[in-house]
């Protein structure tokens, strides 16, 4: 009893940390890892554990050789590292999500301050790089059950994603509900809506994320593909397929959400959800590439900030704008 | 269903001292009693070292500002009147100190009313409050004549405050079970004041032994009536519980009278009854002693001036790593760091807290939005900290900084550990002395 120590109040705090909420969010991520690694075969895991620890790496380097405060302890640069070896497919050579890791961490959110500091979604920027650095790799999609090696570089006959079939006016040779349980080519974590969903309820419950970004997503994408359905397809089957598949899922619920690049208030939320499903569903539809996830969500997280400030809540008792004087 | 307002946060009430009947805790050998416990101007000691005082005798008055006046705690000498810090962030302040005698006189100008309650006029009752010191009890510590007078002629309807939101806090949940009939008269007293026919008591549901206490009280009085509340945090705040019970957002810039009501916090209107019917000052109130540092949790009936000291010393010492002693409620008390602070008008609770409820990482926005979602005020906290970190005043002001008040359910939830109304405060302090100048 020798001092006291006196702060500002609350003097109690919510038991959740910055680290709980990501290992949460790895939680939920989880079922989907699992079950790519039954559909892909164990490369999947390889994949995803050399994102992991890669993003954790250049963390921990960067920190170190900055000379600034250690933060691997909060868990998002491993969160980065496993959304990252979701969006990629799993026959990539093990040196890309290296080169993904490197520009997600230090690029995209170190050189801007770190967590809660960086412009856009790390995973997704560097996906985007790979996509656009290395177009063959990325797009080189295997059948499920295929045997690939664990480590070694592949040499497999791409096929085609059910987005790319959309894309060129045919139905996808999958059942709908095979691409609803995930039994269909894609990247590694996107291709089970089942399981994916399933972690996506896990962060609701825990209210680590809330239901507006992707509901207004997810509604915005149906109703735009039920407006312009894909020819010679019935609409509703339409609308499944494209709910289904390119990661729309995967981006609505563990991309978009994510807090740094995203509105903080409700109506922000519900513009920036509607906004990436427009986007997405644009470039779907009228752009050169099969998949819209990636861009629309960079597009609004670049918005992010300007969504806040035009969509300030009300407040309690209607406080007058303040006068300048 | 019980009502409620939107955003607020759940928190773990943890309280275990509901259970804990209310105790008298005998007053010790001297009594410190600051001459500011209330909001407004501080008093002016009207008694100097060497003087015999009597239990309820005036000690510091100021008939010309609104304030309260200090009445002794015990009877005895004065030994000595010194400048001290303000325990509750007033500034300097003077306390009297008394050295009790243990005779515990009551002073002569203590009567019970000779008259019919019902026969008393207004400004009878005003000023009987008065002088008897009251200020309001739940923390905030206005001055009740002043909430009466200026509620005059406006208010329709009387709130009573028994939400008691704040965790760990029973005193109002023990004062309601013990001496209901305390409260209901004191608030029929307030209802003679003000020429009002509806009086409200606000209770959160997790007080439901004392609603059922106060129901069957007032059943057969069309007058009275008792609504059960969501048990949420600030669930006690003026505001919120205007817009739970009557769905009234009070204009920012305004008072409850404004929309009609007046709020009374529950232990405020018993020492009203006291003050008015038996002509007793405000000498002492119930503190919750809690915390899990402190050997035995209690509910205690404390002499005013009585030292955290001697506080500890009644309820068995300290156990364990004490790392805070809070005056007030964890969620928007006061740090203490002197065990010779004492108990004033405003102490609903004494906590003696290790670092258990405290995050230990380093502070990092994530810009999460819980912060938003759970402001009851509406406001975007995770930017006034910002703007506030940065001194951009104006920006502050853009997103309604002093509509804040303060309640800490922001930094509560904060998974970052950012101390977002530190940073509030700072911010309000700056505009508040810009506006001085």
Not at chain 1, 99 to 125: D, E, H, T
Not at chain 2, 358 to 384: A, D
């Amino acid at each position: 009893m020798d001092f006291l120590k006196v702060t500002s109040s609350p003097h109690m705090r919510h038991e959740d940390s910055t680290r709980i909420i990501m290992i949460d969010v790895i939680i939920a991520l989880c079922p989907a890892l699992i079950w790519a690694i039954y559909i892909f075969g164990v490369r999947a895991l390889t994949i995803t554990l050399v994102s992991v620890l890669s993003a954790v790496l250049f963390e921990f380097l960067y920190r170190l050789i900055m000379k600034k405060s250690q933060s691997i302890g909060d868990f998002s640069a491993a969160v980065t590292g496993m959304l990252l070896a979701f969006s990629l497919p799993v026959s990539v050579p093990l040196w890309m999500p290296v080169v993904g890791s490197f520009f997600a961490i230090v690029i995209v959110k170190q050189l801007y301050g770190g967590i809660g500091k960086n412009v856009v979604n790390p995973a997704l920027a560097a996906r985007v790089f790979l996509f656009l650095a290395f177009p063959s790799e990325m797009a080189a999609f295997t059948k499920p059950f295929e045997k690939l090696p664990i480590f070694a570089n592949t040499d497999i006959i791409a096929t085609a994603t059910p987005l790319a079939s959309l894309k060129e006016g045919t139905a996808p040779s999958q059942r709908t509900f095979d691409l609803f349980l995930g039994n269909n080519p894609g990247c590694i974590g996107e291709v089970s809506v089942l399981l994916l969903a399933a972690g996506a309820l896990y962060l609701l419950a825990r209210k680590i994320i809330t239901w507006h970004i992707p509901v207004a997503y997810i509604a915005t994408a149906a109703v735009i593909s039920y407006i312009f359905p894909g020819s010679g397809m019935d609409a509703v089957q339409y609308v499944i397929c494209e709910l289904c598949t390119g990661g729309l899922i995967l981006g609505a619920f563990f991309m978009a959400t994510d807090y740094t690049t995203s509105p903080v208030s409700a109506k922000g939320r519900i513009i920036y959800g509607i906004g990436c499903g427009l986007i997405t569903m644009f470039i779907r539809i009228c752009g050169g590439y099969p998949e819209g996830v990636s861009f629309a969500i960079l597009v609004m997280n670049c918005l992010a900030w300007y969504i806040d400030k035009f969509t300030k809540p009300r407040v309690f008792g209607g406080a007058k704008k303040n006068e300048k004087k | 269903m019980a009502i409620t307002f939107s955003g607020g946060i759940h928190v773990d009430g943890c309280k275990g001292t509901s259970t804990k009947p209310i105790e008298d805790m005998p007053a010790p050998e001297f009594v410190a009693l600051p001459l500011q416990q209330h909001i407004g101007a501080p008093v002016k000691a009207v008694v100097s070292a060497g003087d015999h005082v009597k239990m309820g005798q005036v000690i510091g008055r100021n008939d010309n500002a609104l304030s309260c006046p200090v009445h002794a705690s015990v009877s005895g000498t004065v030994e000595r009147i010194e400048t001290r810090n303000s325990y509750i962030g007033a500034g300097k302040t003077e306390f009297i100190i008394i050295k009790n005698d243990g005779n515990y006189d009551l002073c002569e100008d203590i009567k019970p009313l000779e008259k019919n309650v019902t026969d008393l006029t207004c400004d009878e009752i005003v000023n009987s409050v008065r002088e008897a010191g009251i200020s309001g009890m739940g923390g905030a510590t206005f001055p009740a004549y002043a909430k009466i007078q200026s509620a005059i002629g406006k208010a329709t309807e009387v709130i009573v405050n028994c939400a008691e939101c704040e965790p760990f806090i029973t005193a109002n949940h023990r004062l309601l079970l013990e001496h209901p009939m305390d409260v209901i008269n004191g608030v029929k007293i307030l209802l003679i004041a003000l020429g009002v026919h509806k009086a409200t008591f606000a209770i959160e549901d997790n007080k439901k032994n004392a609603a059922k206490v106060l129901e069957e009280l007032v059943a057969d009085d069309e007058m009275f009536s008792v609504k059960l509340l969501k048990t949420k945090y600030p669930q006690g705040d003026e505001r919120q519980i205007v817009y739970a019970l009557n769905g009234i957002e009070i204009p920012t810039g305004k008072l409850p009278a404004d929309v009609g009501c007046v709020i009374f916090n529950a232990e405020t209107c018993a020492s009203i009854y006291h003050a008015v019917v038996e002509g007793m000052p405000l000498i002492s109130r119930i503190v919750t002693i809690d915390g899990d540092c402190i050997a035995e949790s209690k509910n205690l009936r404390i002499p005013l001036g009585t030292s955290y000291r001697d506080i500890i010393e009644f309820c068995g010492g300290i156990k364990g790593n004490l790392s805070k002693i809070i005056n007030g409620g964890p969620m928007m008390g006061t740090a203490q760091w002197d065990l010779d602070a004492t108990v004033t008008k405003g102490t609903s609770a004494l906590l003696f807290f290790s670092d258990k409820y405290e995050k230990k990482t380093q502070p990092c926005c994530i810009h999460c939005g819980k912060c938003v979602s759970v402001c009851p005020m509406h406001l975007e906290p995770v930017y006034l900290s910002m703007f506030s970190k940065a001194s951009v005043l104006d920006k502050c002001l853009d997103y309604n900084i002093m509509s804040c008040m303060e309640c800490g359910c922001c930094s509560y939830i904060c998974p970052g550990n950012v101390p977002i109304v530190q940073y509030i405060r700072e911010a309000k302090d700056k505009i508040k002395a810009k506006q001085k100048k």
